[in-house]
């Protein structure tokens, strides 16, 4: 699985290391066996919101902080819940 880290500021992409989204993903679903979702809140918000908050990365080229791609995102979310 990939994800891939866009800048906000610049629009530099990068892809965020396998081992890190593994560790990331693999932390969530053993602090909790299954994932409460607000209202209107989807698996794939639960996911931005945790990977966002857990991947600090500086952007190399102006220094803003990083957030994930939300369609790279998608791709994870899809590809996570055709496991289940």
Known sequence: MSIELICPV???TELASPGAVETQLSAMSEE????ALGDGETFEDSLYG???AD???P???CGARM????ESLGRVAMEMLAQW
């Open 10 to 12: 610049c629009n530099f």
């Open 32 to 35: 909790n066996s299954w994932f």
């Open 55 to 57: 991947f600090d990365m």
């Open 67 to 70: 957030l994930v791609n939300e």
């Open 50 to 52: 945790q990977l966002n």
């Open 59 to 61: 952007c190399p080229h």
